[in-house]
């Protein structure tokens, strides 16, 4: 069974600009959760979505908004960057949410 | 507001002896919890879970202890192996709640373990 897949691996954007990551979760999950990982701070929680519903969302601005496809597939969009979005942006799927997540490899934005 | 947290940021074992993996949660509606490792460049994976109608679950060398009272959780690795040397990061979610999907995870713990 294929992973969670994500692209781009590497990203790197001037500020203002905006950025769509993607994420293809494992076959016949239907959660899709983002998270931010920056030194310090852990993973935090960005949104989740299951079935093309926003299910969850974390304490972030509207500046980050995402989607989920029919086919479970995820983006992430990123509008007007900041010098603060550097960061490495995992997703992960699960089965149905609340259970086990299953991580991609994640993609690492630059914003300079 | 940080509702699970790592408060050492790094742990230094011998090979052979016992790790130690603490967390604590602020939030009493927290029922799942998971640990996960992760190695520089991938993602975290999945180590070991708990619910809270738990307060022991064993796999091979890990063992996760839960302390509903004290609001507090351990990971426990015997023996230690150098392939253990990664990021540790504990989870944990409300699952019986309306935050079911949401996860919270702590700030992780890095863990050397000496040859």
């Known amino acids: 069974k294929a992973g969670v897949t994500q692209t781009p691996r590497y990203l790197i954007k001037t500020r203002g600009q905006q950025v769509t990551l993607s994420c293809s979760p494992i076959?016949?999950?239907?959660?899709v959760s983002w998270y931010q990982q920056t030194p310090g701070q852990g993973l935090q929680f960005l949104f989740e979505?299951?079935?093309?519903?926003?299910?969850n969302k974390g304490n972030f601005p509207g500046r980050f908004s995402g989607r989920q496809f029919s086919n479970s597939r995820s983006e992430m969009n990123v509008s007007t960057l900041e010098l603060g979005d550097s960061a490495l942006y995992l997703c992960?799927?699960?089965?149905?949410?609340?259970?086990?997540?299953?991580f991609g490899p994640g993609t690492r934005l630059t914003v300079l | 507001d940080q509702q699970v947290k790592q408060n050492s940021p790094s742990l230094s074992v011998q090979e052979g002896r016992i790790s130690i993996l603490n967390c604590d949660y602020t939030?009493?509606?927290?029922?799942?919890f998971l640990w996960y490792k992760k190695y520089p460049a991938e993602g975290p994976t999945f180590l070991i879970s708990?619910?809270?109608?738990?307060d022991k679950n064993e796999d091979g060398r890990f063992t996760v202890f839960l302390n509903k009272s004290a609001k507090h959780l351990s990971l426990h690795i015997v023996p230690s192996q150098p392939g253990d040397s990664a990021v540790y990061f504990c989870?944990?979610?409300?699952?019986?709640?309306?935050?079911?999907?949401?996860?919270?995870f702590g700030t992780g713990t890095s863990l050397t373990v000496i040859p």
């Open positions: 979505y299951f079935s093309e519903t926003q299910r």
């Open positions: 939030n009493s509606m927290f029922d799942y």
């Open positions: 992960a799927s699960s089965f149905r949410g609340g259970d086990e997540q299953f």
């Open positions: 989870a944990a979610s409300a699952m019986g709640a309306a935050g079911l999907g949401q996860f919270y």
């Open positions: 708990i619910s809270s109608i738990k």
């Open positions: 076959s016949g999950h239907r959660s």
